[in-house]
């Protein structure tokens, strides 16, 4: 029988802060990996069985080993996982792709000693004193940092949040390493040349890392919703940050899922609010909160409030890629395929010479993509089936080669967020005109 307490101590690990620590996790990821492609080696001969690499190597096995030490890596490791897993999974081997969806979940949190250290070089020995009631468990833990709650020296209830150590100065090897071992392993396929996203990836990634960059978003975010009664953000301690602690008020709420719950009207209510704010970040701030985490946004039962949490992957839009998508999604709702395939190559897309099959198969996925904008009135998602019918399609997309190539980088962004808005909807069962809401900016 587990003891008490057994749980937390197994999502509890150290970060490995150095550079020649975390090179030794990503070589032992490695290891891990071929030593698990013998043992099935192995396993299929003595089976009388013909080994084939691609079974080989993408077992459940590998996909666990893989998984759990990118998770204790956190970091750019792990966030590169979870951006793969969102915006090529439906295009990854099903195994490889269950591997990334897991680094979505919560991660593994640091020891208390570990976190004490971290504490201590943004606070000083006494950093103790300065909170009252600071609790060692965290309310949350992710890719870059953990969240903690405490209550500050005046009395309110805040939230730090806590940067790993090392994760910071070790984006670029981390990126580096985790591209060596996709390549070299054959977790991706030959041909997807997926430099571009990494080379981009690395630079989002220190615009997380920069905790006084997410407090400016944090605060221009505040000052542009303070007077929208239907959405609530923390507030900025600047007194109590630090480079790798950002202090904010402590805002609570119950998880977004939660709003399941209500009634078709308020479902509806929520989630349009989503959507608005949304298309109001890519076509009017040209600045989008680009995560699309579930555990990003809160509910507030009373006031029915929707709270509104890190801005770490806040993205700014240059206003070519805003005025170009503005033409694609203008193109697509009139079915006018010409123009919405020249809109998508402007944007970077690869959609194939006119009349081939390749543009009609990317022009088709377009077109399921857009059909909650192109369709007037309320949209079901609840009886939707396009994310079954874009994953369908996508299995024969991906035998074209022109398709192995890294899609428009701010693009991937955008639909990552879309993609979450898209699967929110759904799992709120909401019904919302999107129609309307995207034709106001076009």
Do not use: C
Not at 337 to 357: F, H, P, T
Request: proline letters at 5%; glycine letters at 8%.
């Amino acid at each position: 029988m587990a003891r008490k307490g057994d749980d937390e101590d197994e999502r509890q690990r150290a970060v490995p802060a150095s550079r020649a620590g975390r090179f030794a996790r990503m070589a032992r990821i490695a290891g891990g990996v071929a030593g698990g492609m013998l043992a099935e080696g192995g396993r299929q001969i003595r089976a009388g069985k013909r080994p084939r690499a691609r079974e080989m190597l993408l077992t459940p096995g590998n996909a666990r080993r893989v998984a759990e030490q990118l998770s204790t890596m956190r970091g750019a490791a792990m966030k590169v996982g979870q951006i793969l897993s969102m915006d090529t999974g439906d295009f990854l081997p099903r195994e490889l792709a269950d591997v990334f969806a897991r680094l979505r979940e919560d991660a593994h949190y640091m020891p208390a000693a570990q976190l004490s250290e971290v504490m201590e070089s943004a606070y000083g020995d006494e950093w103790e004193s300065l909170f009252y009631g600071f609790e060692m468990k965290p309310l949350a833990a992710a890719s870059i940092g953990q969240v903690h709650k405490a209550i500050s020296p005046d009395g309110r209830e805040i939230v730090l949040k806590v940067q790993y150590p090392g994760v910071a100065r070790s984006i670029d090897s981390d990126v580096d390493n985790i591209a060596s071992l996709l390549r070299l392993s054959g977790l991706l396929p030959g041909d997807f040349d997926i430099q571009p996203l990494l080379e981009d990836a690395k630079r989002q990634l220190k615009d997380e890392a920069d905790y006084n960059l997410e407090a400016s978003h944090l605060r221009k975010f505040g000052e542009l919703l303070g007077a929208d009664d239907r959405f609530v953000l923390p507030e900025v301690l600047p007194d109590l940050t630090r480079p790798n602690v950002l202090a904010m008020t402590y805002v609570p709420g119950q998880p977004i899922e939660s709003v399941a719950s209500k009634s078709q009207a308020e479902r509806d209510r929520v989630v349009t609010a989503l959507f608005e704010l949304m298309f109001m970040e890519l076509f009017e701030l040209r600045l989008m909160q680009t995560d699309p985490n579930f555990a990003n946004y809160r509910y507030r039962p009373k006031s029915g409030e929707i709270v509104l949490l890190d801005f770490g992957a806040t993205r700014p839009f240059k206003a070519g890629f805003v005025n170009n998508y503005r033409k694609l999604v203008t193109a697509a709702m009139r079915e006018d395929e010409e123009k919405a395939a020249a809109a998508a190559k402007r944007l970077g897309y690869s959609v194939g010479e006119r009349g081939s099959d390749y543009r009609e198969l990317i022009m088709a996925l377009f077109d399921i993509a857009m059909e909650p904008l192109r369709i007037p009135g309320p949209y079901d998602f609840a009886t939707s089936t396009m994310a079954a019918d874009m994953s369908a399609l996508g299995e024969e997309i991906t035998s074209h080669e022109a398709f192995w190539q890294a899609p428009p980088t701010d693009a991937v962004y955008f639909h990552r967020k879309v993609g979450g808005m898209f699967l929110l909807a759904t799992r709120l069962k909401a019904r919302v005109d999107v129609h309307s809401l995207i034709d106001a900016w076009l």
